[in-house]
């Protein structure tokens, strides 16, 4: 989420207000709507349908927000006045210490006064429990006691055929773990021993054996009085085209069911057991109950232990996420074999707002990296995105747990990248910009790509990032070639890398509010007025100050190529200083958001904090700045008048010294404050790693 930016105050309810406007709106969008954006609106009108504003008003009456907020909070008993409707608590959403979050159940609505996040009754499930608007309006209309209008009778007949299609699903489900539990089942069991899967995961995801004959599926379900159209329909069956009889879809495979988001058997995944056989993996077709595109494995499983833990992690097969679940790492699920989605994606950001997708190490991998990079950036919205672990050379996640267990798994995820990293790595690495020309087709290059983000803040907060890269980039390629041992040469006069400033006034914070723009370039932009209006003491931050402000406001019609010769030498020397992380080392990391400089000056970076608190740290120490200066020019027009000064003057001039000590007292206490939550991050942070290691 971008710091300081409501999670969205407008709640479901005003949204299925919106969709229910006359057909003079769908018109409007349908001609003014890009197409991707038309399927969307439609795909989500057709739901909305279904729940008319008075049935959600009908719900929101029935039953008390408070009741249903209740399930994830502590009220705070100083605060709430429950017999006024007025409730509070520390909110679900983010860390905090005092209770900033307020239900109001008169009006049925959320806020949290600290992060943002505010809406109704549906969007608060939506939120926490990652469910579908009309799966949240299901489960709403139940607890309240409110029925559900019936659909048309088309829709009627498609979901019962449905129905049908899924208690197919489902007998072919017992089938199978009946088959893997039997005598045949003897050499399924033994490779399952081999990949070390216990009985209770087997049990969990419902392993299970599809034999060795052409219709042993088919015999069985004939049996049971399902007609062969219908095993055809549910992708159970193939039939030949030259007329042949049907036959198993699944021979001799190790089976693994592939359930929707309600835990119903859809479709099914399957492994071969034969050394030669091919494919290795084999999927269900597309059926009326599964999409291949828009599924999740494990889904219905990782809702719950994603909210709790606050991330989601995507592994490339589905082996590999049951492995990832049995080491105890829940909030596991992976896709089914094709390129990312719209609909995935979605769905993956219900779980948490930036999931991390595990890729192998090999070149494979970082082509599928960099096939869902394209996938995802038209998709990115202010405060979703995603972040790509890169395994060890030729191991998966299986392979990774299986030799080192799950603190080496969850060592490597901890190293993720964030997307925009990996965007970057894929530009530049090897890239040759020797010549202005191809400066200017890496510049372009880039800026296609982001050009390609629907959402305007991201899209602007990822040109602002690419500016100050590609600004460093160029610059160190201007420093000369690197000598044998990887150093690079320094150009004639150019300062060396770090330059060593005498602490001034306020030199730290200073130096740490230079460090903060540039590493959080959301909070930047949106206080880009308040900050080019302070005087640094620093003449070396003033100056970073100064190019950093122009950098962004001014560059909009002109190259970073044509452009960064004319920044001020000691630009870099503080950017390479904030953005090198020198922990991690060689080049990669040049340009890692972990940099060691920062964190080292603010160490409860280090331990993950909320937006909502590093963004209550940075106004502070704009606040500081801003009452230092006001302090330096009171002194200054003191000293100015003190050969001629009047009792008026004089007091007008202890009245603002009182004002100063009365700001500054405050100032001391919010650092006290965020002091005192700095360390119960650290105390979370370090709780929740022993947790996990254990």
């Known amino acids: 989420m971008a710091f300081g930016e409501a999670r969205g105050s407008r709640s479901w309810a005003s949204v299925a207000f919106v969709f229910s406007f006359p057909a003079i709106l769908c018109a409007y969008i349908c001609r003014n709507v890009p197409t991707g954006a038309k399927l969307v609106f439609c795909s989500f009108k057709m739901r909305l349908m279904r ?28 605060k709430t006045q429950a017999s006024r409707g007025d409730y509070w608590a520390c909110c679900p959403f983010h860390q905090e210490k005092t209770p900033s979050f307020h239900v109001d159940d008169r009006r049925g609505h959320y806020k949290c006064f600290g992060c943002g996040a505010s809406g109704d009754h549906f969007r608060f499930l939506t939120e926490t429990e990652g469910l579908s608007f009309p799966e949240a309006v299901e489960q709403l209309a139940q607890a309240a006691g409110v029925p559900l209008p019936k659909p048309d009778p088309r829709a009627e007949e498609r979901q019962q055929r449905r129905a049908g299609l899924a208690e197919v699903c489902e007998m072919a489900a017992r089938f199978f773990e009946r088959e893997l539990y039997g005598p045949a089942g003897q050499a399924a069991r033994t490779y399952l021993e081999r990949r070390k899967l216990t009985n209770d995961t087997l049990r969990e995801f419902r392993f ?86 828009s599924m999740l494995f494990n889904l219905h499983r990782a809702r719950q232990p994603a909210f709790e833990a606050g991330q989601a992690i995507v592994t490339e097969g589905y082996l590999d996420a049951i492995a990832v679940y049995q080491a105890g790492i829940r909030h596991v699920v992976a896709s089914l074999g ?114 390609t983000i629907r959402d305007e803040r991201v899209r602007r907060r990822y040109q602002l990032e690419i500016r100050l890269k590609l600004s460093n980039l160029f610059w160190e390629a201007s420093r000369g070639p ?40 959301d909070l930047f932009e949106k206080n880009v007025e308040r900050i080019a209006r302070l005087r640094f003491n620093d003449d070396l931050h003033e100056g970073f100050k100064a190019e950093l402000c122009r950098l962004a406001v001014d560059l909009d019609d002109e190259t970073v190529a044509s452009f960064f010769e004319t920044l001020d030498p000691r630009f870099y020397e503080i950017l390479n200083e904030v953005m090198v992380d020198r922990a991690q080392g060689g080049e990669a990391a040049r340009f890692h958001p972990n940099w060691t400089r920062l964190s080292e000056r603010l160490q409860v970076l280090n331990f993950n904090p909320s937006s909502d608190f590093i963004e209550r740290c940075f106004e502070l120490f704009l606040d500081e700045l801003e009452l230092g200066q006001l302090e330096r020019e009171m002194d200054q027009e003191l000293e100015a008048s003190l050969e001629d000064i009047d009792e008026q003057s004089w007091q007008r001039i202890q009245a603002l010294k009182r004002e100063v000590m009365r700001r500054r007292e405050e100032l001391g206490r919010r650092d006290h404050d965020l002091a005192e939550e700095a360390r119960s991050i650290r105390t979370a942070h370090k709780a929740n790693g022993m947790r996990k290691a254990g």
Request: glycine share 8%.
């Open 338 to 451: 094709t390129a990312f989605t719209e609909d995935q994606i979605a769905r993956m950001w219900r779980l948490a707002p930036e999931p991390i997708i595990c890729f192998d190490g090999d070149q494979a991998g970082v082509s599928a990296a960099n096939r869902a990079v394209d996938r995802i950036l038209p998709t990115l919205k202010s405060g979703y995105s995603f972040q790509f672990a890169f395994l060890p050379d030729g191991k998966d996640p299986d392979d990774l747990i299986q030799s080192g267990g799950r603190d080496a798994f969850l060592a490597e995820t901890g190293k993720a990248q964030p997307l925009s990293q990996v965007m970057w790595q894929r530009e530049v690495t090897d890239r040759d910009i020797a010549t202005p020309e191809r400066k200017a087709a890496l510049e372009k290059s880039l800026y296609d790509l982001i050009e």
């Open 51 to 78: 729940f008319p504003p008075s049935l959600l008003d009908d719900i929101r009456t029935r039953l008390p927000l408070s009741e249903v907020v209740g399930r994830r909070v502590t009220w705070d008993r100083r």
């Open 208 to 293: 299970g054996l599809a034999p060795n004959a052409r219709d042993g599926l088919k015999r069985h379900l004939l049996e049971r009085g399902v007609d062969e159209a219908t095993m055809v329909e549910a992708g159970l069956l193939i039939r030949p085209d030259n007329g042949r009889p049907t036959y198993d879809r699944f021979r001799n495979r190790v089976i693994i069911p592939i359930q929707d988001d309600r835990g119903n058997v859809v479709a099914f995944g399957g492994r071969t057991l034969d050394p030669d056989g091919q494919p290795k993996y084999l999927n269900s077709s597309e059926t009326p109950l599964f999409h291949k595109g």
């Open 482 to 521: 690197r000598d044998g041992k990887g150093r690079e040469g320094a150009r004639t006069g150019a300062l060396p890398q770090r330059i060593e400033t005498p602490h001034g006034p306020q030199f730290s914070t200073e130096r740490t509010v230079c460090g903060l723009c540039t590493r959080y370039l």
